[in-house]
């Protein structure tokens, strides 16, 4: 049931993507250390710090050489790994949509 719901995470994450007039995936990839940046001064209201310590534990997790299942198990070793990727490769994609349409907007504050 989780892998459903990831995998239907990243299929809204591409329609995203790919519906007219919506940011482009560039945009977006190019849109998130800005976002970060604003997040973490504060700045952008839209990311709160309980959503930055959810990517920092993701991206930790990914690097960490302790798993919940271990790498060598073959076929199922790497299916948490990616779980966990897909999770944070739909979250920024959409985080970072809405911080580039908050950008263009004219109450944006950011530099």
């Known amino acids: 049931m989780v892998k459903a719901r990831r995998g239907a995470a990243a299929w809204r994450a591409y329609r995203e993507v790919a519906t007219p007039g919506s940011p482009g995936l560039g945009a ?10 604003a997040a973490a001064r504060g700045d952008y209201p839209g990311l709160t710090r309980s959503k930055l310590a959810m990517f920092g534990m993701a991206v930790a997790y990914l690097v960490s050489p302790i798993d919940v ?3 060598f198990l073959l076929g199922v070793g790497v299916v948490d790994d990616f779980g966990v990727f897909l999770w944070l490769a739909a979250t920024l994609l959409g985080e970072s949509g809405q911080f580039v349409e908050w950008e263009r907007s004219p109450r944006a504050t950011v530099e």
């Open 69 to 71: 299942i271990p790498d």
């Open 28 to 37: 977006r990839l190019r849109a998130v250390p800005r976002m970060l940046r």
